[in-house]
């Protein structure tokens, strides 16, 4: 039998780790701005737990990272974290952002109403707006080099 | 020939396995396909859901080092620039692809001639051209005949997609600069019906959706979860390929032709598996050039930030307009070659915060100006994403890894990917001209990716094909130089890589493939 590799973790998050995880996303996402913090749309809360039903594989990670935080001044472990471990940093504020944006608070300031299937209806291919636009590209010479092109020829 | 064996075995239902089936079955073949994977399950992953930004990363996760799925190999890429992706499954990568379809141009086979490095193609645009066609009406196309950075003749059967208001804006802005562009091709149905469907299957062309169901239709047999792990060769022909089923039993097939459609690393790294004491560097490895030009397209990416709604906050499927005004070489720009340039939307608001061009943003996304970073992104970033032509190097790679193994146990693959000096001065030259379109179209501002490394999506090169056995591992037709009924219909045969995206040329490919093919077959 084949082996699978992914081990999704599911033990809950402690009262301990969710208190940090609440103090770096405030950080990351603060108060004061035209939007909604962190704290207002419950991402250590709620929405984490949204997030992770979603992707369980990026918890333990994402909890080591955070624990990292315990015992410092968490602006500042979130500024050296970004500075020194890109790719750690980015492991961190993926999941934050992405429970952040699962917040209709978040979504409504936004101005985000979930990606649009992608179908568009054609245009006419006589579509005059289109067509007017490519006048000047028309107008040009063909710019590929056909096949029977030799150097000699390019420089006669 | 004993009665058990099967006219064509198909290793691999991506994009070209797909292909090529549909044409043999429908020729009246008996052909089974052995595929490693699984048919993709959309309702996993679908666009309308709330979280669908954060669910796709991980059913849709294009690096298979990452996804570790059962169907997946390991890829040690640590000595190689560029990751590869791809969707191990019926489908295969055109299963996550982004729908952008280009032809490539007549100068792309024949670089040799044109611009003294690399080999020409043994065979021409022209020699492709009708097969072009034929892939667009199965792909069911969008787009417009009649560009000029391309020999005239038919285009797709579907009118092209809107240009969106980005798309308006940067035509607007290159006819200024005197730049060409043309509304770009997309293989994303025209079909309003289907629109009423969810997830991706009712919206893009992939092989899954495309091709089989009329291949099944026409009597190939398609065993999914069967990866194969050797092809069985005897006094210098194929006879089969054992594979190892979804319950890890070793199971024999024999049939009259093998045909590998397993991608670019896929395909290398089963003719390297198949070494044996006859083939001791590899099935149809004589010219020692098994694995070995592996071409990636480097890749670049270029937003600009306007002041206004854009509508930019869609999925990036197809290309709203695409440019190809610098794609032909011009000596004076120091370099050979050139990158096609498609423009597209950067996604939601979860995408604009990370991947390309955002993650070599030089402000500061976090803290206090997460909001108003976001904002400025979201809706109002259109990119320039460059598919650049790299030059086939032998020492630019795929070889067996030494320390990685898939599920079953067989040897992962090891990908060794250096961009060169050419590739790196094209997409300065590029990058740079395309942030200068952004900032003529009124961007306040560019994000510059010179060169993504989770970029390797098109896979090509790694069993050439030619007319010298001694330089080539394939003909013309993709029949191997050394066993004469092992064919190979994948991109790992392509001599150089163009600067467009490949699956038109691909498709255009194996049906090319696959006629030479049925013609051999009816003449014997
Ligand atoms: C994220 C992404 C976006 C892309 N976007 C575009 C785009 O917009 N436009 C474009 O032109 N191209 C795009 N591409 C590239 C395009 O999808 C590929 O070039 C194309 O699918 C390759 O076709 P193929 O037949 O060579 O291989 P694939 O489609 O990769 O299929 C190979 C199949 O072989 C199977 N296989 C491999 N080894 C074995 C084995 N040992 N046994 C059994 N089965 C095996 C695999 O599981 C797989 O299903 C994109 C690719 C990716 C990953």
Redesign the interface.
Known sequence: ??????SPLTSPISTSDRDLIAEIAQ????AG???PSAAEVDVAGGRLD??FE??P?LKTAFVAIASRASGTDV?SF??HL?ASE?AVF?QL??VI??AF??SPDA?GW???T????????????DDY??HE??A???S????????A???EESTA | MPDDKVDAIIVGAGLSGAVTANELAKAGLTVICLEQGDWPEYGRSAVHRRDSEVAAEQYWQRDPNVRQDTSDYPIDDSGSDVAALMWNGVGGSSVLYLAKWNRMTPSDFRVRSHDGVADDWPLSYEDLEPHYLEAERQFQISGLAGDPAYPEGDGPPNPPLPIRAFGARMAKALNELGWSWWPGASATFPDPERSTKEGPESIKASTDVTHWPSALNAGAELRTNARVRRVLVENGEATGCEYIDSDGNVQTLHARSVILCANGIGTPRLLLLSATDEYPDGLANSSGLVGKRLMLHPFGAVAGLFDDDLDTAVSPLGQQIQSMHFYETDASRGFVRGAKWGLQPTGGPLAVTRSYPWEVANEVMYCENFHETLKARFNRAPMWTLVAEDLPVDTNRVTLSDTLVDGDGLPGAKIEYVADANSRALLKFHTEKAAESLIAAGAVETVVAPLVRSSGWHLMGTAVMGDDPANSVTDRYGTTHDVKNLHIFDSSTWVTSGGVNPVATQAALALWSSTHFLEEWYAR
């Open positions: 039998m084949r082996s699978t590799q992914l950080v990351l996402i603060p701005a035209s939007g949204e997030f979603q992707r594989d602006d979130c500024r970004e890109p980015q504020t993926y952002v992405g944006l699962l979504r936004l101005g985000f979930g990606l649009r299937g992608e179908f568009q209806t054609p245009i006419a291919n707006r289109l636009l490519l000047p590209v028309r040009r010479p063909p710019s590929y080099r056909p096949t092109w030799t150097p």
